[in-house]
């Protein structure tokens, strides 16, 4: 059988035993509450009577410092009833499942006079260890072990990319002559002193499982009914600012943003400063119901504690969903939308207002701000842009039932 026809004959077969797994992931900016909001909603899901899995791509141990139970690392440890936990360790994963492949790769670098040890670091890259720990979602989804996912994203701007990272190396990977050419731009820096060792039939066979695995991988997170990402953020400008991006890049690669979340909002105050910032934060609060529109928005304040333990994090769970199964898809829908269009690209984006409304539109450099004149106050609204509309210019826009159209064109 030829590797083509292997590999199809793969998909079939995963076809057959590819279950719906629910996955809700978690991304925001560092700690604006993305692994407590996670742990509550899991524990809301368990509630609800469906077999959850709570996995933290952390490597530091936040959830057993969230549920504050020592017993959680990196196996599958009971939390209650429903719930698991697990903390993934990108190294023990990586060899566990990639021996083979790592090997080589060690091979080549040694190969080319560098320690075996130092090729291990170098296979042990950030963007490759999150990579195997999201491949554990797949396995979970081929074993059918849990009906529920939720995953809790490290602290990074880059995080989300790591989801869309599957696509790209399924597309590239399949291109190239093996994995290790995904590290060819370190086998160029590197003066060739030996030859590449020829990759073996089992370092072959165990490539083309894992460029499988990132092609189901790939196909789970961008199924709209069945995977989410939910944003959260606090009531501060860099905080949205990083949760509008990652909704504009989740759109740009077809993956659902269901839901974001405000989180430690703070309560009204006598006290003048305490009242000073909580004003500040509701106007960032507004903000950012008109910036995520039409997306549900969940608003949480600052608990009078911190936030952990298995009983405030259920409460917090309370405030997010009530008696809603967090299970549930929130919203589906595109806030924003990119087609290319000749050489350039039409942007639609949702908004809160009308073309009756009076807005002005603005271009800098990599975001589009729109001021609208309501009767309250102005409202800002600023739109993140894809990379791809660098080198071009605004050539149209207009307002049309809560949609703005953009047409960008290149600059001639
Ligand atoms: N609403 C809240 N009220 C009080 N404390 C909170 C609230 N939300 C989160 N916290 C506290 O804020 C801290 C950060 O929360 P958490 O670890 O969930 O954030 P994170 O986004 O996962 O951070 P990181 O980016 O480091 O992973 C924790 O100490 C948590 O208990
Ligand atoms: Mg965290």
Redesign the pocket.
């Known amino acids: 059988m030829t590797t083509d026809q292997r590999s199809k004959l793969f998909y079939w077969l995963s076809s057959f035993v590819l279950t719906v797994v629910r996955l809700i992931i978690y991304t925001g900016k560092g700690g604006t509450g ?2 407590v909001t996670a742990c509550a909603t899991a524990i809301k899901i368990a509630e609800h009577g469906h077999n959850t899995l709570v996995i ?1 791509a ?1 490597p530091a141990h ?1 959830l057993s410092d969230a549920f504050m139970m020592s017993s959680i690392g990196h196996e599958l440890a009971p939390v209650q009833e429903n719930l698991t936990a697990l903390q993934i360790d990108p190294v023990t994963e990586m060899s566990r499942q990639y021996d083979t492949i790592l090997s080589y790769m060690a091979a080549i670098f040694s190969a080319k006079g560098i320690d075996e040890t130092l090729a291990y670091e170098i296979a042990m890259l950030p963007g490759m260890t999150q990579l195997f720990s999201l491949l554990k979602i797949e396995e979970v989804d081929r074993t059918k072990t849990f009906d529920s996912v939720v995953l ?1 994203m ?2 990074s701007g880059e995080a989300l990319r790591y989801l869309y990272f599957p696509k790209l190396v399924g597309s590239i990977g399949r291109k190239l002559t093996g994995l290790a050419g995904l590290f060819s731009g370190f086998a160029k820096i590197l003066q060739p002193l030996a030859k590449i060792p020829a990759p073996s039939k089992d370092v072959i066979q165990s490539e083309m499982e894992l460029l499988d695995r990132l092609d189901l991988l790939a196909d789970i997170i961008k199924n709209n009914d069945t995977t989410s990402v939910r944003l959260v953020a606090n009531p501060d400008t860099f905080s949205i600012e990083n949760a509008k991006r990652a909704m504009m890049s989740a759109s740009l690669y077809g993956i659902n943003v269901d839901m974001a979340v405000i989180n430690k909002i703070m309560a009204a105050s006598s006290d003048e400063y305490y009242a000073k910032w909580a004003s500040f934060q509701k106007s960032k609060v507004e903000e950012a119901k008109a910036n995520f529109y039409p997306l549900p928005i969940k608003e949480v304040q600052l608990y009078g504690s911190e936030l952990r333990g298995l009983e405030m994090l259920r409460r917090h769970g309370e405030v997010l969903f009530g008696s809603e199964d967090p299970s549930k898809v929130f919203y589906r829908g595109k806030p924003y939308s990119f087609v290319s269009k000749g050489t350039g690209i039409s942007m639609t984006v949702q908004v809160p207002f009308t073309e009756r409304d009076d807005f002005q539109i603005e271009r800098y450099g990599d975001q589009l701000t729109i001021s609208v004149q309501t009767q309250a106050a102005t409202i800002v609204n600023i739109i993140p842009l894809p990379i791809a509309t660098a080198g071009m210019k605004m050539a149209h826009a207009k307002l049309m039932d809560h949609q703005l159209n953009v047409l960008f064109e290149k600059s001639s």
Do not use: N
Request: net charge negative; hydrophobic share 10%.
């Open positions: 993305k692994t933290s952390d936040t809790d490290p602290a």
